[in-house]
């Protein structure tokens, strides 16, 4: 964990116009800055920050955040790895906080991996362009395969020479702990002796989502029967190969824009369609997808189309890990590459504009295509048939999401079709699958959770009271989210001489009950918290960044910025542009009759702009709020008294009503209001 303190040196020192202007042309306008959003594509530019704010908002797809978000929806970093990447772009130290001796020895580990891989990739860099064995075999081998020296550049694509410890003994002199450079697979031991292990082969880095190399994929160059044709980093702390996807970073801003990501097998193929042009590109290495890669895909989009050879082993390879991608809801399409073409040859056969044309032609629904291999291999066989029934009803129950409903009925008609069997039959087979999977997922709660839900299902029956249209009715999101938006901007102020304004509305808001938005609670109570604890912190940066994503971006979206205080307006009327306390030894009204004797009503108001109305606002906010809960304790008074009660019961109802009327009577007489609905 990096140390609270670290976390606010970078929070002091980042600067939203520069991070963000790193990656979008900005232009000012006003007090804020204008730009094209790198979220959605737009012509005209609707994406504005505010360094004043420090927060951004597209007005076009409705994103907003902080810097830190910014860099985590941009470059997809998790939160951690975001504020890495703010450090060491403003050269601040890291210093990070450990749960546990156990746990400080797994991330020194894991660092000590990354630095040696790095320091590998540069060896191998090193020995493909500056040497004549690297220039002859390795740069040979790659030109022949068609790729450019920029595209070679960009992936780090390397070369291990001949020698039996070249990087082994580069290594050592460079002081790397053998136990570590064992670990990474670089080096291995023979006879007692440590050597290099991917010597005479091309060197592919693979990198996780942020850049950094995890491991490397080493393919043989010389005809070897024994010799495999490609060595993998072994497991480590770092290299997990069923969570890493290959050309994920070079990729994942591609993969957004596109809103779709292709799916193919090697490394060549990712580094063929990229130099074509097509990014959106990332390889599976050629195992079975699994859960991690699936969920890596869809933290960018939920399209994915697979693009396979079209031999069998390519059919066979491209079925794998369906029902996986359905459970992760993923849209799957396939492409098959004819003519026994890989998208490697293919792409370098045809040219980027004729494979895109026929990937966007030749996309098969991936549960049709593998109904219609299983119907192939069934023939005529009623048994093979009926199994086939059977795996495509489970296929299609895995389809198991709310907003899936249409998707998995539209399936069940189409492959009942196919299948020649009763559109109702497949549909209950479906439900059966799905039942099963219920009762199994049900079977492992707890017996103290499904207790609880029985309870509670109990007492709502006996309560007869319909919460939910309760709620939707009278749920106070405005005035909550209102009150909440004034302690943002204001509760740093003075209320009186000896209390801020967060004072004055923590001691209004002390029944929490009175609030239903749980973000609007979570801030008042870490407000609260910090008011207590450290007064001197509290403004609205604080929360702007705080660690918790979701309680900042609850901050964000109170301080949005739609309108923009007119500069014009401000220099033609407001007291700035004639009066100002300590020039002169004038009141406002004195200022005007000197200025303008007559009728100086508007020209007064005008110039009376500027004054500090924050108590004004205050009271406002916290007493629609107040008023708006009086209203649903009114009714829900009311509702009470309509049931059967004791002559006792029934004289406090009536006096609790009594009372809530005179509340709201005097409420509405402070906040000028007549009804609310």
Same mark, same amino acid.
């Given at each position: 964990? $990096? ?60 994103? &907003? ?23 060491? %772009?403003?050269? $601040? ?8 001796? =156990? ?77 570590? @450079? ?27 989502? &942020? ?18 044709? /490609? ?76 693009? /396979? ?12 890990? @369906? ?93 009942? =079709? ?16 799905? %039942? ?49 938006? $004034? ?12 209390? @801020? ?5 923590? =001691? ?41 994503? %979701? ?13 923009? =205080? ?112």
């Amino acid at each position: 964990m $990096i140390a609270p303190q670290t976390i606010q040196q970078i929070m002091s020192r980042t600067d939203i116009i520069d991070v963000i202007g790193s990656f979008v042309k900005l232009k000012r306008r006003g007090t804020n800055y204008l730009g094209l959003c790198p979220f959605h594509n737009e012509k005209t530019p609707s994406f504005t920050v505010s360094p004043g704010k420090e927060i951004y908002k597209c007005f076009g797809c409705g994103k &907003s955040g902080n810097t830190v978000s910014f860099i985590m929806e941009h470059e997809k970093y998790s939160y951690v790895e975001a504020l890495k990447w703010l450090a060491n %772009r403003y050269g $601040i130290e890291i210093e990070e906080t450990f749960i546990s001796d =156990e746990q400080r020895l797994q991330l020194q580990a894991a660092d000590s991996l990354y630095i040696i891989n790095q320091f590998a990739q540069q060896f191998f860099t090193r020995q493909l362009f500056e040497t004549p064995e690297g220039q002859d075999i390795g740069l040979a081998y790659f030109k022949e395969r068609g790729f450019r020296e920029d595209i070679i550049r960009k992936f780090q694509l390397g070369y291990s020479p001949e020698q039996k410890d070249a990087f082994t003994r580069e290594a050592l002199a460079k002081q790397y702990n053998r136990e570590l @450079l064992l670990k990474t697979g670089l080096v291995a031991n023979r006879y007692d002796q440590l050597q290099d292990n991917y010597r005479g082969r091309v060197i592919f880095p693979v990198h996780n989502h &942020s850049g950094k190399v995890l491991g490397f994929g080493a393919r043989i160059l010389k005809t070897q029967e024994k010799a495999p044709k /490609y060595i993998n980093t072994p497991e480590n702390e770092i290299y997990i190969k069923s969570k890493i996807l290959y050309g994920s970073y070079f990729a994942r801003q591609a993969i957004d824009k596109a809103d779709e990501c292709l799916l193919v097998e090697g490394y060549t193929d990712v580094i063929s369609l990229h130099q074509a042009g097509i990014e959106n590109v990332v390889a599976s290495g050629g195992t079975s997808l699994t859960p991690d890669q699936l969920r890596l895909i869809r933290k960018y989009t939920n399209n994915l189309t697979i693009v /396979y050879d079209g031999d069998a082993a390519g059919v066979k390879a491209a079925l794998r890990g @369906l029902d996986l991608a359905l459970e992760e809801g993923l849209n799957v399409k396939l492409v098959l590459i004819p003519d026994k073409e890989d998208p490697d040859s293919y792409v370098n056969k045809v040219g980027a504009a004729e494979f895109i044309r026929f990937v966007q032609k030749n996309r098969k629904d991936f549960i049709l295509f593998q109904l219609e291999v299983a119907l192939q291999d069934a023939g005529n066989d009623s048994q093979k048939k009926s199994a086939v029934v059977n795996r495509m009803a489970e296929t299609i129950s895995r389809i198991n999401k709310a907003e899936d409903f249409t998707r998995q009925q539209d399936y069940i008609k189409q492959c009942a =079709e196919l299948l020649k069997i009763d559109e109702a039959g497949l549909h209950s087979l479906v439900n059966k699958f799905i %039942r099963e999977r219920v009762v199994t997922q049900e079977r492992k709660q707890a017996e103290t959770e499904t207790r609880s839900f029985e309870e509670n299902a109990r007492q709502a029956e006996q309560t007869n009271f319909d919460e939910a249209t309760f709620s939707l009715l009278f749920k106070d999101e405005l005035q909550e989210r209102e009150v909440a938006r $004034i302690l943002l901007e204001y509760g740093n102020r003075k209320w009186t001489d000896n209390r @801020l304004v967060a004072d004055y509305i923590m =001691e209004e808001m002390v029944d929490e009950s009175l609030l239903d938005n749980t973000d609007v609670l979570q801030l008042i109570r870490v407000f609260r918290d910090l008011l207590q604890q450290h007064p001197e912190t509290i403004n609205r940066s604080f929360f702007i960044h705080h660690p918790d994503t %979701r309680l900042s971006a609850f901050a964000v979206s109170l301080l949005n910025f739609p309108y923009e =205080e007119s500069t014009h307006w401000r220099q033609e009327f407001s007291q700035s542009s004639g009066y100002q306390k300590g020039l002169f030894e004038q009141s406002y009204e004195d200022f005007i009759k000197t200025i303008a004797p007559g009728n100086n009503d508007r020209l007064l108001g005008f110039l009376k702009m500027d004054e500090d109305k924050t108590n004004e606002e205050v009271e406002s906010a916290i007493n629609y709020l107040k008023l708006r809960k009086i209203k649903r304790l009114l009714l829900e008074n009311q509702l009470d008294l309509e049931k059967e009660h004791t002559p006792d019961e029934f004289h406090m109802l009536h006096q609790t009503h009594e009372h809530l009327k005179q509340m709201e009577m005097e409420l509405t007489r402070k906040t000028g209001a007549v009804i609310i609905r």
